[in-house]
Nanobody, 124 residues
């Protein structure tokens, strides 16, 4: 179900930074237990990037994101950010926000709620 809206993508040179944002556009409030980010590069499978438990704030990262990306929540309910630093050409992908009441097993996580994505392009 698509009800999340991402923004903040764009083109940047290697070593640069971008901050992605995600907001819930649904009319009916859903109490997400966790929110996260995925990415998919052309010709590749979708890859989980990072996740956060909304109540505790506990964060989890894929190895590719550790030390460079930071996931955080906004002050408004069901808002999410992904600060991406030291970007590399291999980070080029469509980044999508996701959320669900069911969480965990992140590499196999299949959240119910999605955004349509925002493109990130990193040039060398």
């Amino acid at each position: 179900q698509v009800r999340l809206v991402e923004s903040g993508g764009g083109s940047v040179q290697a070593g640069g930074s971008l901050r992605l944002s995600c907001a819930d556009s649904g009319y009916i409030y859903v109490d997400y237990a966790c929110m996260g980010w995925f990415r998919q590069a052309p010709g590749k499978e979708r890859e989980w990037v990072a996740a956060i438990y909304t109540s505790s704030g506990a964060t989890y990262y894929a190895d590719s994101a550790k030390g460079r990306f930071t996931i955080s929540q906004g002050n408004a309910k069901n808002t999410l950010y992904l600060q991406m630093n030291s970007l590399k050409p291999e980070d080029t992908a469509m980044y999508s926000c996701a959320a669900d009441r069911r969480c965990g097993n992140w590499n196999a996580w299949e959240p119910r709620y999605w955004g349509q994505g925002t493109q990130v392009t990193v040039s060398s």
